[in-house]
């Protein structure tokens, strides 16, 4: 069964930090490409990092460069998120999802139940 397991989300004050996790299993991770994604209520759901193993690519929304850092471990098959001087405007639900080809996909192949990120002031 494919997982894409998120964890780590929380609530923490406006300039802290949090690493999400997200650990996957089920398909071949070395193969994929994984990206966060997040939603905010009454807001569409964007892009928020990706990272390529096999390409060698991370790539990061305008929104989160400098602050968030994508990195995977593949003995682990995690991939995490490190979410540092965090703003209010992060707060969303934080979804990891896994795709057979390039962070730049316009639909990914599976997906995770989300992890809840509160940032507050």
């Known amino acids: 069964e494919v997982q894409l397991q998120a964890s780590g989300g929380g609530l923490v004050q406006a300039g802290g930090s949090l690493r999400l996790s997200c650990a996957a299993s089920g398909f071949p991770f070395d193969d994929y490409a994984i990206g966060w994604f997040r939603q905010a209520p009454g807001k569409e759901r964007e892009g928020v990092a990706c990272?390529?193993?096999?390409?060698?690519?991370?790539d990061y929304s305008s929104s989160v460069k400098g602050r968030f850092a994508i990195s995977s471990d593949n003995a682990k098959n995690t991939v995490y998120l490190q979410m540092n001087s965090l703003k209010p405007e992060d707060t969303a639900v934080y979804y990891c999802a896994a795709v057979h080809s390039w962070c730049g996909a316009s639909e990914y192949d599976y997906w995770g139940q989300g992890t809840l990120v509160t940032v507050s002031s």
């Open positions: 990272v390529s193993k096999r390409l060698g690519t991370t």
